[in-house]
């Protein structure tokens, strides 16, 4: 049977004002379209590596990924959900290259609509898949990496506090230009001392 035929049902995870789902091709028109909208704002940030082309957008490769998104998540290699805030779709967060054994660890990268940037949703998507990671998959460590001069990327974990590890040089290949890219981190007992604090402050409904 293809991953194409094959049915699995959603991931999801519930924020206080939004949801992470795994995606399907249903999703595709949403997508697409704030990735049409927002491709100035999100490409100069995408890994590629120099004379490749960028992420193609047309529905076979979105179906493809999808697939290939489910078969990690079968295995338990990376997962990747779409963001949706009031039912539409506002982007993606990834945990991804999760190693087991001695390691226990894994990375999250984001991106979010133009349009909805700056309202705290990406730290609230975040925290939720820290949540997940760290309280159902039994994580001992969780990375997220920024090139420097992202600020919008950097706030997100300045506004959850994340620990700051330093500066990786040459780290990763984004838009064909080895960048330099500033290294937060979170372990499994920091994030026991301080879920009380980040999940009262970005999932648990506001008390007026």
């Not at 049902?9 to 249903?26: D, F, I």
């Not at 997508?31 to 960028?54: G, I």
């Amino acid at each position: 049977m293809s991953m194409r035929t094959m049915s699995y049902a959603p991931l999801v995870l519930h924020g206080r004002r939004l949801v992470l789902r795994t995606l399907t091709e249903n999703d595709y028109e949403g997508w697409v379209e704030v990735r049409t909208r927002c491709r100035d704002w999100l490409q100069k940030w995408e890994p590629r590596p120099a004379n490749s082309q960028h992420l193609a957008e047309d529905r076979r490769s979105f179906v493809g990924r999808c697939a290939i998104r489910e078969r990690e998540r079968q295995l338990g290699t990376a997962y990747g959900f779409g963001i949706f805030v009031a039912g539409q779709f506002a982007g993606e967060l990834t945990l991804s290259s999760i190693q087991r054994g001695p390691l226990q660890s894994g990375f999250v990268g984001y991106w979010i609509d133009e349009a909805q940037a700056g309202q705290g949703y990406v730290p609230e998507a975040v925290v939720t898949l820290l949540q997940y990671a760290f309280d159902t998959l039994r994580l001992h460590r969780i990375e997220i990496n920024i090139i420097p001069r992202n600020a919008s990327s950097r706030r997100v974990v300045e506004k959850l506090g994340l620990r700051f590890e330093g500066v990786a040089e040459r780290y990763l290949e984004i838009d064909g230009a080895w960048e330099d890219h500033a290294r937060f981190a979170i372990t499994a007992e920091e994030w026991s001392d301080r879920a009380p604090e980040l999940v009262t402050s970005w999932l648990l409904p506001r008390v007026h």
